[in-house]
């Protein structure tokens, strides 16, 4: 179901893409680009270790009134998240002017900046249905926002016209109904949390800041191709990029859907199934050779023929998210057993290799180095993922089960 949700996704992002590139200018979607691309870059650092420890914490979870208690605590310490990284995007809009002076994409972020306090909101919904297994909830709300910004980009059309300002508005507006709506499924209790703020606070201290400082290397390479292109090549290839992306988020769909799917019982298995990691190996290898192919007539089809100059990159790109969708049980098994650190080495040695490619390589060879650096950055991870993983399994860690047994005492002792 998850897997048939993301498929879904992708055909409904082809679609709002199609409606964007045909309503705008290259450089203006480029610019609408670069713009999710600062919002993905910043909103990796205002999370702190919640959402991988909430995940978690949602995993234990055995009774409905556990749920709704635990999953209000999660969500008022998100939103109160949401709040400082509405005011720091307010502030990196300045900083925005400064380096990208010629373009609007700093005033912008200023007019959106108090409805950017729905990203971090995002991630937790999505980590507290993960870590539960409410897969129902989660495959409905990875699809509201895009069927929500499709129907008000219809809209927007309708009546005159797409520019950067609308469209970003339209794109949070959409995420913040959404959002809602999730979060009313979810019936939130929001009495008596003093309790669950001290097992969140633990379990942050213990596991979700150790994730979180990989994720904050990570978040130097969230986007930051996108902005180093819109720097020293406009905005124009930053569009041929996104597009190139979007195209090739197929390959992945298949491993990130059983992964996530899987991530409540990894929690007591001891190794992933064979069959799973043969699944993933052939899909991610087909569907990179099959998914280039396609792209040379669905690029032009939905795009136009502006856009061809994606698929110069398209290969590099399709290589990295096959390697990509190699990873997704490998991390999604060290997460649920605990393995923090070893999730924080891989992200800052995968992380560092980004960023360094990406500083030599854009400025001389543009998206292409962007793609070449995406590449590596993958092969390494797995790379770092098999040593871990063998390492676990091997003994080297505690027993998943074991280590819930110590928390859970831990917690009711402390």
């Known amino acids: 179901m998850y897997f ?38 910043s909103g990796v650092f205002f999370d702190f270790g919640l959402a991988p420890a909430g995940m978690r914490l949602m995993a234990m979870v055995e ?15 998100s939103s109160g998240i949401g709040i400082l990284f509405a005011v720091a995007v307010f502030g990196i809009s300045f900083g925005i002017d400064a380096w990208w002076p010629h373009g609007e994409a700093g005033s912008i972020l200023r007019l959106a900046a108090p409805l950017a306090a729905v990203y971090p909101l ?19 709300f990875l699809l509201l926002p895009r069927i929500l910004l499709l129907a008000l980009l219809l809209v927007l059309v309708w009546q005159g016209g797409i520019d950067v300002r609308t469209a970003v508005f339209a794109t949070l507006m959409s995420l913040g109904a959404a959002i809602g709506i999730a979060i009313s499924f ?34 130097l390479t969230t986007g930051l191709d996108k902005l180093l292109l819109g720097f020293f090549h406009g905005m124009s290839p ?9 195209m090739s988020t197929p390959i992945g769909m298949f491993s990130k859907a059983v992964s996530h799917s899987a991530y409540k019982r990894f929690v007591v298995e001891q190794r992933i199934p064979g069959r799973l990691l043969a699944a993933t ?42 390697l990509a969708g190699l990873n997704h049980p490998f991390h999604s098994f060290l997460a649920a057993h ?21 500083i ?55």
């Open 238 to 246: 930053v569009g041929f990029y996104a597009i190139a992306m979007t």
């Open 360 to 414: 030599v390589l854009i400025p001389i060879l543009a998206m292409t180095g962007a793609a070449i650096a995406f590449v590596a950055t993958y092969a390494v991870n797995i790379v770092m993922n098999l040593y871990f993983y063998r390492r676990t399994v091997g003994g080297g860690a505690a027993a998943p089960s074991e280590a819930f047994a110590h928390t859970e005492e831990d917690m009711r002792h402390g």
């Open 122 to 140: 995002q991630e937790m919904v999505l980590s507290i249905s993960q870590g539960s297994s409410r897969m129902k909830l989660m495959s409905g």
């Open 63 to 77: 009774d409905k009134a556990s749920f709704s208690l635990r999953a209000g605590a999660l969500l008022m310490l």
């Open 4 to 41: 048939a949700a993301l498929a879904l996704n992708m055909v409904l992002g082809l679609l709002v893409y199609m409606i964007l590139t045909r309503s705008m200018a290259v450089e203006s979607f480029g610019t609408y680009s670069f713009i999710v691309a600062v919002f993905l870059f």
């Open 338 to 358: 605990r393995q923090g650190r070893a999730i924080r080495i891989m992200s800052i040695s995968s992380s560092s290799v980004n960023i360094a490619l990406n």
């Open 281 to 322: 190996v052939a899909w991610s290898t087909l569907g990179a050779l099959l998914l280039w192919a396609a792209a040379q007539v669905l690029v032009p089809l939905f795009f136009t023929d502006r856009y061809d100059e994606a698929l110069t990159v398209l290969p590099w790109i399709a290589a990295g998210f096959g």
């Open 186 to 219: 979810m019936t939130p209790s929001f009495r008596g949390l003093g309790q669950e703020f001290k097992r969140i606070r633990r379990e942050v201290r213990e596991f979700g800041r150790e994730v979180y400082a990989g994720r904050v290397v990570d978040g």
